[in-house]
């Protein structure tokens, strides 16, 4: 298999932070403080592959050139991308077009969200091949907040989708820039306080 082959090649099984990306674990929401892109991309093949490589669908929230970073770095990897989407188990979304479902007065409104994104979600879900139907989330609403200055929004946010994990089984994979945090003590307890597993090396708050 292409996703297997690709999953092997990156040695992705278990996801770096320490945590199985199957279906069958607890569920997961980490935070993935990078250095650059290339750090993050690296390990969203690993996420995506991984999460193919088991049978689950598989949905990318980012902005045009994360997307467009990420679809490359698959395709050299031998993933049949367009398979994927085409079957509903890969798909992708514009970071800020789906925000702008959701958001009031820069806020992120619980009612909408529910029916924006719980839509996309079970939608995405429907697609998966695993026993479970499972999901793997990668979401990055967050940081395009945080770095427009909505600190509040992005933690806002991060709220939400806690409260959605606890009523649906899934895996949510989030990722801040460390250049947004760095020397920024309060922000970051705030990031890291709101996911089950932290991703990335130390980040300066000095």
């Not at 902005?63 to 395709?75: G, I, K």
């Not at 200055?149 to 992005?154: E, H, M, P, R």
Request: charged share 20%.
């Amino acid at each position: 298999m292409e996703d297997e082959a690709a999953a092997t090649t990156l040695g992705i099984i278990i996801d770096e932070a320490g945590f199985p990306m199957s279906h069958t674990a607890a569920n997961v929401h980490s935070v993935h403080f990078y250095k650059n892109d290339n750090a993050l991309i690296d390990r969203l093949c690993g996420v995506v592959c991984s999460g193919l490589l088991v049978g689950n669908s598989v949905l990318l929230v980012a902005t045009p050139e994360h997307r467009e970073q990420l679809v490359n770095c698959l395709e050299r990897l031998e993933v049949d991308v367009r398979k994927h989407i085409r079957e509903g188990q890969f798909s992708m979304f514009d970071a800020e077009e789906l925000l702008s479902t959701f958001m009031v007065n820069d806020v992120p409104h619980p009612k909408l969200f529910l029916t924006s994104v719980g839509n996309v979600l079970a939608d995405a879900k429907k697609a998966a091949r695993s026993k479970d139907q499972g999901l793997t989330v990668f979401g990055e609403m967050v940081a395009v907040l945080w770095q427009q200055g909505n600190k509040t929004g992005a933690l806002a946010l991060e709220k939400l989708w806690n409260d959605l994990l606890n009523d649906r089984a899934f895996h949510l994979h989030c990722a801040y820039p460390q250049s947004l945090v760095e020397n920024d003590l309060e922000g970051m307890q705030g990031i890291t306080e709101a996911h089950s597993h932290v991703v990335g090396g130390a980040v300066s708050v000095m």
